[in-house]
């Protein structure tokens, strides 16, 4: 596998999208060079002794944008990460890089919003380290998170029959951040979805192993992450496109941009596959913006279906390229 | 205090130098808006229930020097920072911004490193995560670890008497990487003194709580490092210029530069107190490059001083500013 990584070449942006460029550079360099049983999982925390520990670095730009900044994703990211391993969140850690120049009073306002979204998760941030390079080698502010937590619960595994929920609207937090840099001349009322789901997590661990899979669809959205499911699942994933929460503001924005909102990142939304005699019971416990929206089956290879509104139904593959750089 | 982080100030290079502006920086702002009683330790490493957590930024320049390499110093500083806290450490992240356009070929050069250093150290990475950021935007590649660890063992506390030793000769990482820069028109063959020290801090935590306190001099050296230790004790820790192991190149890199080794940092090497009666023991174990390099007073203030060869004595203080910008 490694001659696919070519000599000469180089990273790009749609290495960091989280689509297939992104696994590709994971699998054949990452994972290959560092491989060890715990990160040969490629999960979003490592598990193991009853604990989870994960990481995660944030370059989002701008770092503030409708509904949040980068300080807020970066808690409620790392708290998200280990909420959907099952885990209780215990600890996170914070490093900062920061370029000379970067004005004191937002670092304090990102730092404040920090510990506000610590608080409110209850999950406090115990070690740090800031680091500063010259004017013009970063770009402001970079935060990477990492995170301890205590496993819950294990989950049972994805079988055929099984119903895929979410548990609001995709999309919000690309589009909000996409319309806060200002280039698309585009006005809307659209926040970033920002927020921690550990409780709705620890909700759905009461269900056993009648809960198989939880994941929070991040960059690469919603398509990229029922793509990881088909694929570890060996199953296929068959998406009623109806029945997909979308704000109509998003389903605007996608429309005018050409960017289906089914690989926009959200940072606050969570995706559970649960037995189909506990899908109205998890339906539930998701809350009032929740949704069925699919159902796994074993008749076709391991791909992603989206039936669509008008009857037909359509592969729906892996992110390849990134349209949006620097989401989250 | 918030009042003396002014409005308009900006980050400076100073504020990465992990002396006197760190300081500030994270006692006025990281700590303060941060507060929590593991955070509020201040140490190398959060410590609760058993468990040991750290992270650590790198944005070291250049990547590559003599004696290693950003990777590997990303792994050996955080494994660095869980032993010197007392642990045994057990798991890794790593966490890459990487500017778009930097060749592949290097990225694996660096992550193949990781790999080497922590099959050396005994430390799998377990997680990690990818961003990427325009050209322009990061200077080549940042790595961010973070670490956990499980604690062996709980020390004494430091008091007058004890004896300061350090493990090997300072100064050798920073003048390693100034010169590696190339922009000193200096030839030596200095060396990275990068190292994993969980083994060393291992055998000294047997000595039970004969052992007082354990660092690694990082950023700020030797200097910064006995401060914090004066500051933190309220005691006076008193240096043996003559009994400082520094290599010949290293002092004739700092007397051609007029940077004092004592604020030049390490990152293999262990700053250790101990009781008087257990110093040749430690001694010992610490190895033949080794040295018992002052003692602990409570006769003057809370500060640091140097007994110099000449015979007279001088105030060791703080890092002020940053000779050396992105040494780690």
């Not at 596998?1 to 180089?10: D, F, I, N």
């Not at 099984?162 to 995709?170: A, E, H, K, N, P």
């Not at 037909?312 to 989401?327: A, E, Q, Y």
Request: glycine share 10%; with cysteine; hydrophobic share 45%.
């Amino acid at each position: 596998m490694v001659a696919t990584l070519r000599s000469g070449e180089v990273v790009t942006l749609a290495h960091g999208s989280g689509g297939k460029a992104t696994r590709k550079l994971v699998e054949e360099l990452f994972a290959r060079e560092l491989s060890n049983p715990l990160l040969d999982e490629l999960g979003d925390a490592a598990v193991a002794d009853g604990l989870a520990f994960t990481t995660d670095a944030f370059v989002v730009k701008p770092l503030f944008f409708p509904g949040g900044d980068i300080g807020e994703l970066a808690v409620n990211g790392t708290v998200n990460d280990l909420a959907v391993a099952g885990a209780e969140p215990l600890w996170l850690s914070a490093a900062f890089v920061i370029e000379e120049g970067f004005p004191l009073e937002d670092l304090r306002l990102i730092v404040q919003s920090m510990a506000r979204a610590a608080e409110h998760a209850g999950v406090p941030v115990v070690a740090g380290d800031t680091k500063v390079v010259e004017h013009g080698s970063a770009d402001g502010l970079f935060v990477t998170t990492a995170g301890v937590g205590r496993m819950r619960a294990t989950f049972g595994r994805p079988q055929a029959g099984d119903r895929v929920l979410v548990s609001g609207t995709i999309g919000d937090h690309g589009f909000a951040v996409l319309v806060a840099r200002g280039d698309l001349r585009l006005e809307t009322a659209l926040e970033s979805d920002t927020a921690p789901l550990h409780w709705l997590t620890a909700s759905l661990c009461e269900l056993g192993t009648q809960l198989r899979w939880m994941r929070d669809p991040t960059r690469g959205g919603l398509a990229t992450t029922l793509n990881e499911l088909a694929s570890s699942a060996g199953l296929t994933v068959r998406l009623d496109e109806a029945a997909l929460p979308i704000r109509p503001e998003v389903a605007g924005a996608a429309e005018i941009l050409g960017i289906d909102p089914l690989y926009v990142a959200n940072e606050g939304k969570l995706v559970a596959v649960v037995a189909p005699e506990a899908a109205n019971e998890a339906l539930a416990r998701l809350g009032p913006d929740a949704a069925i929206v699919g159902t796994l089956t074993d008749d076709s290879p391991s791909l992603v279906l989206l039936d669509t509104a008008l009857g037909g139904s359509r592969i729906v593959d892996m992110l390849v390229g990134d349209p949006l750089p620097r989401i989250c």
